[in-house]
Every structure is written in structure tokens, then in C-alpha cells.
């Protein structure tokens, strides 16, 4: 079936929905028995204190046994059935999946969403927790209906949303066709345009986004992860679920009430660096209270990061065309440590066959050094565009390119140097230092 869809609509990837088993009847038309299974002596907080609310019977049998013994197997199951059925319909090409259901080592196959949920602040709210969950379990690529899914959204809880979901996983904006139309340009102008200003950090994020998929995919890492994974002994970060951070060095802090045009979030001890205009923030393991307008999301980068990036197109067919960029965020010590993972972007097995580029970003005092450690993908250049360093101290006399003079622009206020209008093949070692 699959194969003669596709042979006729070329899809990318398919979504499983109602898989739990899902049905518009509790148990049956007739009802289920009355025996252990369908009424066990311990319930889970499960929907109206009923094992069989909108699915089968848990005394059903089937091939391998009774529903009971096999009921969480559904959406792994098919997950894993789509997953084999994709390679053969696209033979080479990694099949992209996303299922309602899942199980233990549900991951390995697809990703997942949240399911129906509502147009309300709090399930925005909540949407974080469930993610963070989601990549401790194993399923990285997780998101949750933007806008919500039931109920009529508003242009603002929309707005916010959509800022948030910018920095799921999987982002999707998706509702039923009972409520209000609620992608951006339903709205205003200016939901528009702040739609429009998140989604393309996103889309300039994506390479460092990529790198943590691929640590993910060989190291079981996450990619959505709660503070305390980077800050254990930080007891404060322990319960925080309304902030959340991408890998080790993006902070997210995202607005989670109506008609708030500030918002709280807590700063590790760390150095931090605004993601906008690179002004630094010396983390004390407090709370701190940010300007959050409505056109904005609250981003901070951790000193002793370098974070590659990509100017934005339309898709990802065309942003990959175009130079990289790197963030460098300066520790106390004045280094930094990043890496680009960087493959043909849809090729299965691309690591086991050694068909990718790992590179290397090392920041120390006044020097950069960027140096290709894997050189297995050779059909696209990749070219770097711009620097951007944050925690220069004192404006640099001259700042060197390989070695040649390049012009370069200091924020004397927010202690930033870039340069931009470079064109160095990273495929070659490249040094940049200022003096």
C-alpha cells in the first residue's frame, strides 16, 4: 500500500495516528467481560478508571496472546512495520516517522508527538515536560501540536506557541477542522512577521540541531534535555520545566503565561551570552527576569560553546547552500569547544559508511582554529561566512584570516567581535585570531 501511494504521491514520511489501539467505543459494541483482565485489582490514572475507554477489549485475543499482554506493542510494532516498508519503497533514504503510540525502543525507528491536546497555556506548558520525557526515553524527535490541537487558540497563546514549538524536536501546527484556522497568517501582520523572525533562527540553528541528532543517534544522548543534565549539582535545577536547553550550550526560555511581556527564568553559574546581541550574563545559580516583548523568545548560549550555523532559506534543499556561520561564546578562561556533524541529510547508514564530515571548532585567548577531523562527504561545499565571538574583552588592532588581514566590526558595549564576507573552504585547516 505504501509503495503504491507513494508511486503516485512522492511523500517524504508518514505520520501513524490512533495506534494506542484507538477505537470510538469502549471495548466493543457488546462491552467487555467481567474478568481479571478487563477489571484488574490495580488500576493506573488511566481515562474514566477503565482499561478498555476508546480501545479493545484488554481479554481480546489475538496471535500472540490477550490484549493485556500485548497492548503497548501497537504503536512499536507498526512503527517499526512503517520503518522496513519506507526502506523498500525508498531504498537508500531514511525513513521519517512520526506515531501517536509508542514503547520502549520505539526511538530507533520514529519519532513521536504529544497527541490531542488543547489551546491552552497550561498544555503549552506542559508540552515541555512531555519532550523532555520523551528524549529520556529515548525518542528525540518529539513535538507537540502547536497552537493546540482542540479548541479555538488566540493570536497571542498562538504567538507564544509558536515561539516555543520553534524549538521542539518536531514541530508541527495542527488543530481539527472544528476550531479557528490558526497557522501565522490567519493573523495579524505582526504574528506574521515574529513567525517568520522565530522560524528562520530555527532553520539558522539547524546545523548545530543536526550535530546533536547524530550524538544522539550514536551515543544515545539527548537532544531536548532538562538543565539538570548539564548542571547535576545544581539542586535548584532539579523541578525546572518551564526552561529547557538544546544539547549542552542553548537555553531556551520561553513565555508560558497571557499577557506577560517579561518572564522568569533561572541562570545556572555559568557564563551566558544573549543570543541576540551577544551581551554577557554571569549566571550566579539565580533567577533572573528578561524583556520577553511579544515578537521574542528568550535564547542565551553557554560560555565554552561554539554553536555552527547557516544563513536561512525557504528549506533545507537551499539553506545548505549556503556559508556557515559560528557563534563563539568565551568562557573565564577564554576558550571554547564545538563540533559540525554534516552528511547529504537524507542517506541511511551515512556514519557506517564513513560518508560524512565531522568538524571541529577550538577557541583559545584570541585564536580560533577549525579543523576537519572526517572528510567522507566531498559532494557540496561547505564554506565558512562569518565569525561572530563573544566575550572579547578589548577591541583587537588587527584581526588575521589565515593569516591575512580581514575587516571586522566590536560592540564595545556587549564586548562582541565579528567578521563577516569570509570565504574559507572548511574542507582545509582555517585559523582566525585577533591581537
Known amino acids: 500500500m505504501i509503495q503504491d501511494y507513494h508511486s503516485k504521491v512522492p511523500f517524504d514520511g508518514i505520520w501513524i495516528d490512533m495506534n494506542e489501539?484507538?477505537?470510538?467505543?469502549?471495548?466493543?459494541?457488546?462491552?467487555?467481560?467481567?474478568?481479571?483482565?478487563?477489571?484488574?485489582?490495580?488500576?493506573?490514572?488511566?481515562?474514566?478508571?477503565?482499561?478498555?475507554?476508546?480501545?479493545?477489549?484488554?481479554?481480546?485475543?489475538?496471535?500472540?496472546?490477550?490484549?493485556?499482554?500485548?497492548?503497548?506493542?501497537?504503536?512499536?510494532?507498526?512503527?517499526?512495520?512503517?520503518?522496513?516498508?519506507l526502506q523498500k519503497t525508498s531504498p537508500g533514504k531514511r525513513p521519517f516517522i512520526i506515531s501517536r503510540s509508542t514503547f520502549a525502543g520505539s526511538g530507533y525507528y520514529g519519532g513521536h508527538w504529544n497527541g490531542d491536546n488543547y489551546a491552552r497555556y497550561v498544555d503549552m506548558h506542559t508540552s515541555i515536560i512531555d519532550i523532555l520525557n520523551a528524549n529520556l526515553f529515548g525518542i528525540p524527535m518529539m513535538g507537540a501540536c502547536?497552537?493546540?490541537?482542540?479548541?479555538?487558540?488566540?493570536?497571542?497563546?498562538?504567538?507564544?506557541?509558536?515561539?516555543?514549538?520553534?524549538?521542539?524536536?518536531?514541530?508541527?501546527?495542527?488543530?481539527?477542522?472544528?476550531?479557528?484556522?490558526?497557522?501565522?497568517?490567519?493573523?495579524?501582520?505582526?504574528?506574521?512577521?515574529?513567525?517568520?523572525?522565530?522560524?528562520?533562527?530555527?532553520?539558522?540553528?539547524?546545523?548545530?540541531?543536526?550535530?546533536?541528532?547524530?550524538?544522539?543517534?550514536?551515543?544515545?544522548?539527548?537532544?531536548?534535555?532538562?538543565?539538570?543534565?548539564?548542571?547535576?549539582?545544581?539542586?535548584?535545577?532539579?523541578?525546572?520545566?518551564?526552561q529547557f536547553m538544546w544539547g549542552p550550550c542553548l537555553l531556551i526560555t520561553p513565555v508560558l503565561e497571557e499577557n506577560q511581556e517579561m518572564v522568569s527564568g533561572y541562570v545556572p553559574e555559568d557564563v551566558w551570552y544573549d543570543f541576540y546581541t551577544g551581551q554577557k550574563i554571569k549566571g550566579e545559580g539565580s533567577y533572573h527576569t528578561f524583556e520577553a516583548p511579544l515578537?521574542?523568545?528568550?535564547?542565551?548560549?553557554?560560555?565554552?560553546?561554539?554553536?555552527?550555523?547557516?544563513?536561512?532559506?525557504?528549506?533545507?534543499?537551499?539553506?545548505?547552500?549556503?556559508?556557515?556561520?559560528?557563534?563563539?561564546?568565551?568562557?573565564?578562561?577564554?576558550?571554547?569547544?564545538?563540533?559540525?556533524?554534516?552528511?547529504?541529510?537524507?542517506?541511511?547508514?551515512?556514519?557506517?559508511?564513513?560518508?560524512?564530515?565531522?568538524?571541529?571548532?577550538?577557541?583559545?585567548?584570541?585564536?580560533l582554529i577549525i579543523s576537519m577531523v572526517k572528510s567522507g562527504y566531498k559532494s557540496e561545499p561547505m564554506t565558512l561566512g562569518c565569525v561572530y565571538v563573544c566575550g572579547v574583552e578589548r577591541k583587537p588592532s588587527v584581526v588575521l584570516v589565515n593569516g591575512q588581514k580581514v575587516n571586522f566590526t566590536y560592540d564595545s558595549n556587549n564586548e562582541v567581535l565579528q567578521v563577516d564576507d569570509i570565504a574559507e573552504d572548511l574542507f582545509h585547516h582555517v585559523s582566525f585570531t585577533w591581537k
Open 21 to 85: 489501539v484507538s477505537c470510538f467505543v469502549d471495548g466493543s459494541v457488546h462491552g467487555c467481560t467481567n474478568n481479571e483482565y478487563d477489571h484488574p485489582p490495580y488500576l493506573p490514572h488511566v481515562s474514566n478508571g477503565s482499561m478498555f475507554t476508546y480501545t479493545v477489549c484488554p481479554s481480546a485475543r489475538q496471535h500472540l496472546g490477550l490484549n493485556y499482554d500485548v497492548h503497548n506493542l501497537y504503536g512499536f510494532t507498526e512503527t517499526k512495520a512503517t520503518y522496513t516498508a
Open 146 to 242: 502547536v497552537c493546540g490541537f482542540m479548541e479555538d487558540t488566540t493570536e497571542q497563546l498562538c504567538q507564544r506557541w509558536t515561539q516555543l514549538g520553534s524549538f521542539y524536536p518536531f514541530y508541527w501546527n495542527h488543530n481539527d477542522r472544528m476550531w479557528i484556522p490558526q497557522d501565522p497568517a490567519a493573523f495579524s501582520e505582526k504574528m506574521i512577521a515574529s513567525s517568520r523572525k522565530v522560524h528562520l533562527i530555527r532553520y539558522s540553528l539547524l546545523p548545530y540541531f543536526y550535530t546533536l541528532f547524530y550524538m544522539s543517534h550514536v551515543t544515545g544522548d539527548t537532544v531536548v534535555r532538562p538543565m539538570f543534565f548539564e548542571y547535576p549539582r545544581d539542586s535548584n535545577t532539579f523541578s525546572i520545566d518551564r
Open 295 to 367: 515578537d521574542k523568545i528568550n535564547l542565551h548560549v553557554r560560555s565554552g560553546c561554539v554553536i555552527p550555523m547557516q544563513d536561512p532559506e525557504v528549506n533545507t534543499v537551499q539553506s545548505r547552500k549556503n556559508r556557515f556561520k559560528l557563534f563563539v561564546a568565551l568562557n573565564s578562561s577564554l576558550k571554547a569547544y564545538g563540533e559540525l556533524y554534516w552528511d547529504d541529510g537524507e542517506s541511511l547508514d551515512s556514519d557506517v559508511r564513513g560518508e560524512f564530515n565531522m568538524l571541529e571548532f577550538a577557541a583559545n585567548k584570541n585564536s
